[in-house]
């Protein structure tokens, strides 16, 4: 029985071979991954349904963070964008760092991601005066510039820098601009897979001073109470969510609901003092919200310019506020709750 099933598999391939060829050829033109990204409008991610709290408060609203569609670059989404007005081509190495692979960048942006979390609830807990320590931080080295010259590698945690300990990358810097000129290399003590070791890095002169080229990502290890607990996804990553999560913790710390009853989109990083940064991507980013029925669209200053443009372009009905910091942001809700 299998000796006759076997015989006429044989005879099916080699009768159809041409055919077979073509198919199989097909299938790998159509799925291979092109040098192109395709950004397109997303959607959004409610953050209210991500937190777990210890609190009592409940929001008549809800908070929740746009995102950017990236698609993979195939012959077949290469041939739908253009079609796709809101489809837009990239080169990957447009949207990637110098000698930096899709999987590499999506990693950094994992970093990134979580990074932008613990900075949105050092904000969120000392703007509601609640309590949260840090117990601990860790340098992770996430991108390595094409001049660096060093024998660190990615994902080292830096815990030393010519012996002087440092927690952020802006201790690292500090170091390298009081080094006296003469000083071309420094010692940098790095953990790797648990292992202390001392790695040397070269410095080079750019147009914003002293380089050695290291890109870094500080990881927190955070105590709060009352307790929070935020849950992500594999597939999401990125800092353009801080601060509409730090909004979204904020609301789950006070009495006061600032959301009143609105569904509100936001967008931009945010750091530990309130600073809320630009971000990329408005336009789609907008365009989801829009889709999403959204009420109201919060961005950075440096954003509102391109997000009223693509209002107009498109008609969209949704309503557009641009912040500076987490405490412009409250003060515009508490008003248009009012």
């Known amino acids: 029985m299998t000796n006759k099933l076997y015989d006429r598999v044989k005879n099916y391939i080699k009768e159809n071979k041409l055919f077979l060829s073509l198919l199989v050829l097909i299938v790998v033109v159509f799925s291979f991954p092109l040098p192109y990204v395709i950004e397109a409008p997303g959607g959004v991610i409610m953050i209210d ?128 601009s009081s080094l006296d000129e003469s ?50 996804k594999d597939n999401e990553s990125g800092p353009s969510g801080g601060f509409i999560t730090a909004l979204s913790i904020y609301n789950h710390l006070v009495e006061e609901d600032i959301t009143g009853g609105k569904k509100i989109i936001g967008t931009g990083t945010i750091d530990e003092n309130g600073k809320v940064g630009e971000i990329g991507g408005v336009k789609y980013k907008l365009l989801g919200a829009e889709k999403d029925k959204c009420d109201l669209f919060i961005v950075p200053k440096e954003n509102y310019e391109e997000a009223l443009n693509v209002k107009k372009e498109y008609k969209l009905k949704i309503k557009i506020v641009a912040v500076g910091t987490f405490e412009e942001a409250i003060k515009s809700l508490q008003e248009l709750i009012k």
């Open 49 to 176: 349904e991500r937190i777990e709290a210890d609190t009592p408060y409940e929001a008549s609203g809800a908070f929740g963070m746009a995102y950017v569609s990236m698609i993979k670059g195939t012959v077949p989404s290469l041939i739908l964008s253009l079609f796709n007005k809101n489809w837009e081509v990239n080169k990957a190495s447009d949207i990637t760092y110098d000698d930096e692979t899709i999987s590499e960048m999506d990693k950094r942006e994992r970093y990134d991601l979580e990074e932008s979390i613990s900075k949105a609830t050092i904000t969120a807990y000392n703007y509601a005066n609640k309590e949260v320590k840090i117990k601990n931080q860790r340098l992770v080295v996430v991108y390595l510039d094409e001049e660096a010259k060093t024998d660190i590698k990615l994902y080292d945690e830096i815990v030393r820098v010519n012996g002087e300990e440092v927690k952020t990358i802006d201790d690292v810097k500090k170091i390298v």
């Open 183 to 232: 000083i071309d290399t420094i010692n940098i003590e790095v953990l790797r897979n648990g292992k202390l070791l001392t790695c040397k890095a070269e410095l080079y002169d750019t147009s914003d001073g002293r380089k050695i080229g290291i890109l870094s990502s500080t990881h927190y290890e955070l105590e709060t109470n009352p307790r929070i607990e935020i849950a992500t």
